[in-house]
């Protein structure tokens, strides 16, 4: 018996029908689970490479792949490599052609430009964008996670990969002299807020790029003094907000999402690999 769930969604479109269908199911057991999207799936070699990490990772795939002969295709070597793979899309085809009389047209992606996650994930995107780096606070209440960061930690960047997965992020610099604002203060508590931090020599590695462009304090004795009283304050700050604090330091962007998403509750582990 398996004590984790790991679930392949392949798709010859960008994947989101395959990985809906995946989240509704696993979510009904109670266990680790994590589901992979594979999208714009159209060739062989592809397919051959996702049974392999099928095989490694002892996933289950699931797919909507609508051209028959590459459908075929992965059937075949998802049998002849024991890995389980389930046509979602089959059996509707099969009752709606039997209802009708017709034949399914397989053109790919025709449900994307309708779809409702589309839509949010570009409503997600447009907001992420407009509160980068601490613009339009007087809309950040809107916002369904804060994020805050030192220097180099991938703020925008994070923020991004989130909005991608629908959700509305804010993201605010932290430096030596930052007041958090009352329009982040009065949501403590009622938004989820992340403070990034990364270790004291990438930080120092980037002040000193910054050397001629700002002075040293005349309460700092030297430069190192100024990056431990910027990570001082920065951890002064998550303290006061309630922050969930993550080092970037040694973690890439999904790691990152993923150690928020699991925190605050969301129960899967998502990634996309596109073709």
Request: aromatic content about 6%; charged content about 25%.
């Amino acid at each position: 018996m398996a004590d984790k769930l790991h679930i392949f969604a392949v798709s010859d479109s960008v994947g989101e029908t395959a990985e809906k269908i995946a989240v509704a199911s696993v979510l009904q057991f109670k266990m680790e689970r994590s589901i992979t999207r594979f999208s714009r799936v159209t060739k062989k070699e592809q397919v051959l490479k996702i049974i392999e990490e099928a095989v490694e990772n002892d996933a289950l795939i699931i797919y909507t792949i609508v051209i028959p002969e590459l459908s075929n295709f992965l059937d075949e070597k998802a049998r002849e490599n024991n890995v389980t793979a389930v046509n979602v899309m089959s059996p509707l085809f099969t009752a709606i052609e039997a209802k009708t009389g017709l034949k399914p047209a397989y053109i790919t992606g025709l449900t994307h430009t309708m779809d409702d996650q589309y839509f949010n994930r570009m409503k997600a995107i447009e907001y992420t964008i407009e509160h980068d780096n601490g613009q339009n606070l007087e809309t950040i209440g809107d916002a369904d996670l804060i994020v805050l960061g030192l220097p180099r930690t991938s703020k925008t960047p994070l923020a991004m990969h989130l909005a991608n997965l629908g959700i509305k992020v804010a993201n605010y610099p932290i430096v030596i002299d930052t007041q958090i604002p009352d329009e982040i203060m009065d949501l403590k508590g009622r938004i989820p807020m992340v403070g990034l931090t990364c270790d004291m020599d990438t930080l120092m590695e980037l002040r000193k790029e910054r050397l001629r462009s700002f002075e040293i304090p005349k309460s700092m004795e030297s430069l190192d003094d100024m990056v431990a009283e910027e990570l001082d304050n920065a951890y002064r700050i998550y303290a006061r907000l309630k922050c969930l604090v993550i080092d970037v330091s040694l973690a890439d962007i999904e790691e990152i999402g993923n150690t928020i998403t699991h925190k605050f509750n969301l129960p899967l582990r998502i990634t996309h690999h596109r073709f």
